[in-house]
Each structure stands twice: as structure tokens, then as C-alpha cells.
């Protein structure tokens, strides 16, 4: 599962990492943002006619049948193994692909028997940005338009599994166009645990825990935290 991100990076930079037209005003994006957590809003790269262009979507989706929230949980994350399969995600491998980019994303292990929830932080070297997959469509909430985003994921690739068994679908940023615009067959295929360049993982304060705590001090490094049990 993929439920909180870190977003450095500015949107100049980020319009600048895609090369793509940017069609919304993005003059009051929140960056940095060490605690970015779901309903908040995503920058997100898709097709528009030729042009790929680049805004903010509300991330969480509702299914499209669902006019009003009534108090159901967003969907946050795809399965890429069951997207071509489900209602609510089959539609949109076609004709609804898009990219989010982030400088890193947090992901917990849970011990035996769930007592014991540490946080991890994941990341490029050098804080780079990462093509995370994703799905989007536009719902009539009422009669506001929202358009949603959830971030694909696939199953965690050997150096991540050690802390949870998903992890984002990543692209190469040099596989975005066939990701966007090509076939559903050949996009995915692009849908596998990543193989590029390692990952750097690190165990962080259990102070990202909690939505309100957005500072650098959430993806400082930190002596484990992990307590031993009999189990474990």
C-alpha cells in the first residue's frame, strides 16, 4: 500500500521533470510537504488530445456511480494485477493513465500480531523525483466536477518486501509516453516491481504517524525502533 508521500520538489520543477503544459495555476502548490496523506492534492501528468499536460487531482477516488461521498473511504491504490478486471479501474486502463511524481513515499512494518506499526522512508538517491503509475476520471459530486487519482501498485521487489509486500508501480522516465498513450496490453506490461536503480530506504520517527507533524524531521533517519518479541 502506497499512503503517504513526500513532495519536495517544486511544481516549476516538476512541470520542468515532464517537459509538460501545465493547466493549472499552480502559483499556491504546498511544497515542501514531508506529510502528504490522502485528499490532498497530487500534481499528475496525463494526455490531453496530443499535448500531455500537468494539474492537481483530489487523491482518493469515489466510484463514478457514487453522485456524494456518503461517508465511504476513498480508494487510494490500484492493484495492478486486478485493474484490467474491475469496475471501478477497467475503464480508466484505457482511457485514464496518468504519472505522479514525488520525492519519496513512507510505508510501515508491522510486526507480529500488529503490535508495533514503524514507518519507513523511501526514496531515490538524491531525492529525484519517482514516476509513480496511476489512474484518474472526473465525478460529478452534486454538481461539482472532482477529478480523482490513485496510485497503481504492483508486489514490493526483494530490497522493499522486508517492510511491506506492495510498493509502487515506478516507472523510467523514458517509458512515460508508452505508459500514457500506448496500447492497454503494452501499459500493462509496464505495471512491474522495480528493477532500476536501488531504492534507499531508511526507518524514520514514528511522529509521521500523525498527519498534522509536516516537517524535514519526518525522513531524518532514525536508531530502530523495532522491540523484539517472542514471535519475531
Known sequence: MCGRLVITSSAQD????FGAVVIDDLSNTDTPNFNVAPTNRLLSLRRKGDDS????LHWGMQPLWLSQ??????????????????????DLIVG???????????????THHAQQ??????????????????????????????????????????SLSGVHHRMPAILETANIDAWLAG???????????????????REVSTMV??????????IAPVSTQVLPTLFD
Open 14 to 17: 516538476i512541470s520542468e521533470h
Open 53 to 56: 499536460v500537468l494539474e492537481e
Open 69 to 90: 461521498f456518503e461517508g465511504r473511504a476513498p480508494v487510494i491504490n490500484a492493484r495492478a494485477e486486478t485493474i484490467t478486471e474491475k469496475p471501478m479501474f477497467r
Open 96 to 110: 485514464g493513465r496518468c504519472v505522479v511524481a514525488v520525492n519519496g513515499y513512507y510505508e510501515w512494518l508491522t
Open 117 to 158: 506499526k514503524i514507518p519507513y522512508f523511501i526514496s531515490a538517491k538524491d531525492m529525484n523525483l519517482i514516476n509513480m503509475c496511476a489512474l484518474w476520471h472526473t465525478r460529478l459530486a452534486g454538481d461539482t466536477a472532482v477529478k480523482e487519482v490513485a496510485i497503481i501498485t504492483v508486489a514490493a521487489n526483494e
Open 183 to 201: 496500447s492497454v496490453d503494452e501499459s500493462v506490461q509496464l505495471l512491474q516491481s522495480w528493477a532500476g536503480e536501488s531504492l534507499r530506504i
Open 209 to 218: 504517524n500523525a498527519v498534522r507533524n509536516n516537517s524535514v524531521e519526518n
